[in-house]
Structure formats: C-alpha cells, structure tokens
C-alpha cells in the first residue's frame, strides 16, 4: 500500500497544470460521501447532508451590447447513507447539480460498501453507479467567427452518460481515516456529438488525523488532507480545524496555486452546520467562494424483543 501511495503522489507532483470535471468542496473533509463510496455506511446511523457552493460569486461575462450573464459556477449537493446490517455494510446515494457558465451538469450516484474490521480498525470497500445528466445551451454562446458550425443554429443540447466508482476508507475511530477512491473509472463518452462530453479518470487521495492536548482535553487538532488527479493534472487541499469540546470548530485550508479558504462550524444534537469562505490568489483574482453545509444524523430504535400480553380469560 506505501508503494501504491508513493507512486500516486509522484504522479500529482509531477504535473503542474490544473483541471476540475468534478465539482470542488472546501469542506471536503464533511463531505466524504462525495469524494469516496467506500465512505458509504461509515457510523451508526442515517446522515443527511445538504451543501450550497457559489464559487467566484460577482464574475459575469459582459457582451458587446452591454448586457451581464452570470457564469459564476454554482454547485449544490444532496447525500444520504446509513449502515444496513444484513447487508454487511451500508448504502447511500448523493445528487449533485453542477452549473458552470451555460453548461448544468446533474449527477446521480447510487453507493455500496462493504463493511468490515481490520486491525483496530474498520474497512470500506465500495462501489459507486452514476448517471450523469449534461445539458449545453449553446444560444447563449457568442462565437468569435459568425460563421462556426459547432455554435450556430444550435440550442439547448442533453445527453445522458454513465460511469462507474470504486474506494476505498479505513478509519480508527477518534483517531485517523485514510481513503482512496477512483471515480469516472470507465472514462465513458457521450453518444452525442451536440454535447461531446467524455469523462476524465479522476483518483482521490484524502486522510486526516484527530488530535488531543494532553493538557487540555477540551481542545482538538484536526489536520486533514485532499489530493486529486486525473493523471494530467492535479490539485491539493491541505487543512487544519481547531476543535472545542467536539461542538465548535474553525481553521485554515489552503488550496494550491488556488485559493485560501476560512472554515468554520458547530454542531448542536444531531445537527451538524458548517460554513468556509474561499479567498482565491489564482489568476481569477479576488473573487470569493461561499460554502454552506448542514448534516443531520440520527438512529432509528426498534425495539429487539415483540412484547407481548396475555389476558387471563384465554389462558
């Protein structure tokens, strides 16, 4: 496994330039479920996710008339899983509806993992089935040559296109996780030259490590790891949250050659509420991110034992 590791890291090093097919989360490390299905069933309940992003909020595209479009790309998410027993492990499922300029992606994923112990340890390995929806309307483009083919007396054009996910996610609970996930794995192409969507082999490489003051056991570190690639390019998210009595939390993650982002939460009963707001030092300038994300979890108790009463007059 070191080796595997190694090698994967050598291949993110070794590139430079940058790429994003799948959407981006600063808040990647409450966002497991999007990034890796071996995640899928991880706990002791069902969890409900729901997250906001509005990236570059303010970049418009101003035409020659005048007239503003907002091309910003704005992501929202929807997740849900929950350990299922009798099936040795857990299932879930996330929606994610990706909008950049005139382009709306809609993603649905269905997720098993099967659950297991391992050293000290639990292991997930899972599966992940997705069908993604793209849409392009090419009205609102403006090309530079009047006379392209590819953009002229075209409108809105869809296309369905499906793909498969696979990963993996060994945790030692209140202590460390580390997952490995490789999404789009069949790199599947559109059947419909309108759109000529072809999906990029995407490996995700994230872990993160829980740590305690001796002297202050109230207060916890929280450093935590993203990397990504699709063997071209690469992209590396490194954070540390300052946590307070498991309830509060804030920190720092910078993104590379991309942005530095604010982070900050709470969580109150099963509620689980968190914001971050990204400060971007790319070529994009000053535009800022926002991120909004609210969890809850909960267990549904059914009673091990039928009760039953018996009336006298039947005995």
């Known amino acids: 496994m070191g080796r ?8 993110f ?25 071996g995640y899928t069933g991880a706990g002791e309940g069902i969890c409900v996710q729901g997250l906001v992003r509005q990236q570059w909020v303010g970049f418009q595209e101003t035409d020659s008339e005048g007239n503003t479009s907002n091309v910003a790309p704005e992501t929202y998410l929807i997740s849900v899983h929950s350990p299922i027993k009798f099936l040795r492990g857990g299932i879930g499922g996330t929606i994610v509806q990706d909008k950049i300029a005139y382009q709306n992606n809609i ?17 997930g390995i899972g599966l992940q089935l997705s069908l993604l929806n793209k849409t392009i309307d090419f009205s609102k483009y403006k090309p530079i040559d009047g006379n392209d083919p590819l953009i002229n007396g075209k409108a809105e054009e869809t296309d369905m ?34 759109t000529a969507a072809k999906l990029k082999r995407q490996i995700n490489l994230v872990g993160g490590y829980e740590f305690t003051f001796p002297n202050l056991p109230s207060f916890d570190v929280l450093p935590s790891l993203l990397i990504k690639t699709d063997m071209a390019s690469f992209q590396a998210d490194i954070s540390t949250l300052f946590r307070y009595r498991n309830q509060f939390w804030g920190g720092l993650t910078y993104r590379y050659q991309d942005a530095v982002a604010i982070i900050v939460g709470m969580e109150f009963k099963n509620f689980n509420l968190g914001y971050s707001y990204d400060i971007n030092t790319s070529a994009i300038g000053s535009w800022g991110s926002h991120e909004i994300r609210l969890a809850y979890c909960f267990k549904i108790e059914v009673d091990k034992f039928k009760k039953v009463y018996r009336n006298t007059r039947f005995l």
Do not use: H, W
């Open 107 to 123: 993603s649905v994923n269905l997720m098993y993992a099967y659950q297991t112990t391992l050293g000290t340890g639990d292991l």
């Open 161 to 194: 296109i499906f793909d498969l996910g696979f990963g993996l996610y060994y945790r030692q609970p209140d202590t460390y996780y580390v997952g490995l996930s490789v999404l789009q794995l069949l790199e599947s192409k559109s059947d419909y030259e309108a």
């Open 13 to 37: 090093i070794s590139t430079i330039s940058f790429s994003q097919q799948l959407p981006q989360y600063t808040q990647y490390m409450f966002t497991k479920l999007a990034y890796n299905p």
């Open 4 to 11: 595997i590791i190694a090698f994967i890291l050598f291949l």
